[in-house]
């Protein structure tokens, strides 16, 4: 069984910066794929950045370019999600996303969700 535990969420002043931790623990082979999501009540889930281990390619929504920081650290099976700039709009639930190498497979996995609320 893998778990995924977000952390780093809060409440900051428009133009600030958080850092949000996922930490994955279980059978874990390696983490292929990690990613943050986001929404807002009323609003399908979105996605804000995925970094992928193979080649390191990292993808970003248009909106966080520039301001969002996607990272990983493979010894400790952590991702973190750099947010610098914060505006209003990015008040959301966050969660983290991994696609996980387990003893038999691959796996998709989610955190419970962490929220991050910016004041204007």
């Known amino acids: 069984q893998v778990q995924l535990v977000e952390s780093g969420g809060g409440l900051v002043q428009a133009g600030g910066s958080l850092r949000l931790s996922c930490a994955a623990s279980?059978?874990?082979?390696?983490?292929?794929?990690i990613g943050w999501y986001r929404q807002t009540p009323g609003k399908r889930r979105e996605l804000v950045a995925t970094?992928?281990?193979?080649?390191?390619?990292?993808n970003y929504a248009g909106p966080v370019k520039g301001r969002f920081t996607i990272s990983r650290d493979n010894a400790k099976n952590t991702g973190y999600l750099q947010m610098n700039s914060l505006k209003a709009e990015d008040t959301a639930v966050y969660y983290c996303?991994?696609?996980?190498?387990?003893?038999?497979?691959?796996?998709?996995?989610w955190g419970q969700g962490t929220q991050v609320t910016i004041s204007s």
């Open positions: 996303y991994a696609r996980v190498s387990v003893g038999i497979g691959v796996g998709d996995y």
């Open positions: 279980g059978n874990i082979f390696g983490i292929n794929r």
């Open positions: 970094n992928s281990r193979i080649g390191g390619v990292t």
